[in-house]
């Protein structure tokens, strides 16, 4: 583990200076890419400081719609295992396995879904 800065750190830090001080000064039709830059580098950091506790959580929550339980797993397999969970959860949805509580199982993923909105664009499901 490194010392400070941090990832998200170091991440936010280019955003700021990709938004702030480098767009006013590129070209204006350069700019748009600029911005962009500047999400990606927010996206990134977002994702350091919360993908892990948002990927445990729908590990947790795909291990109970899928009716299975078990440990958490350790942290360099929470996003392998999530996304595991995930294909297996939507071949069973495509299969008409959950259609007698679809609307349950819909409500349950709105989690997933704003976890999901909260790394990559924060806000979003506010308005």
């Not at 700019?31 to 959580?57: K, N, P, Q, S, T």
Request: proline letters at 4%; hydrophobic letters at 45%; aromatic letters at 4%.
């Amino acid at each position: 583990m490194q010392d400070r800065p941090t990832a998200q750190e170091l991440m936010e830090a280019v955003a700021e200076w990709l938004r702030g001080e480098l767009a006013g000064v590129v070209p204006e039709d350069r700019r748009y890419e600029v911005l962009i830059a500047a999400h990606l580098c927010e996206v990134v950091a977002r994702e350091a400081r919360d993908g892990l506790a948002f990927g445990l959580e729908d590990v947790r929550l795909f291990r109970t719609l899928l009716g299975e339980t078990g440990e958490d797993p350790p942290a360099d397999a929470v996003a392998g295992e999530a996304r595991e969970l995930a294909t297996r959860l939507a071949a069973r949805i495509r299969a008409g396995e959950h259609d007698a509580d679809f609307a349950a199982v819909g409500e349950a993923l709105r989690g997933h879904v704003l976890r999901k909105l909260q790394i990559a664009r924060p806000g979003y499901a506010d308005g």
